[in-house]
């Protein structure tokens, strides 16, 4: 079952942009086979970016957090981001194959 990760972020879009490319490539790496960065346009959280990451099961989702929490380069790039950008919500969504 596909493990997707929604995150929304409050920040300037094009300062969060270079930070989220930074950090794009090492997540591929680590295992997501979807990444996308996007910008709400309509309601109360327009203008805030909205990222996708999608796992195909959870143990490539557990094995990407822990590749992340221990590589020094994509602990830069997140602390890159978050000199731009605040976490807002995070919902994590498993597929049900119906």
């Known amino acids: 079952m596909k ?7 409050k920040g300037i879009p094009t300062e969060a942009i270079p ?24 309601g109360k959280h327009a203008g805030q970016l909205f990222v996708i990451l999608r796992y195909p099961d959870w143990e490539t989702y557990a094995k990407s957090l822990q590749a992340m929490a221990s590589d020094p380069e994509f602990a830069r790039a997140y602390a890159d981001a978050l000199r731009v ?14």
């Open 85 to 98: 950008v605040e976490l807002q919500e995070r919902t994590l969504i498993v597929d049900t194959d119906a």
């Open 19 to 42: 930070a989220a490319k930074a950090a794009r490539s090492f997540i591929e790496r680590a295992g997501a086979e979807y990444v996308s960065l996007s910008i709400i346009h309509t």
């Open 3 to 9: 493990v997707t990760s929604l995150t929304r972020w």
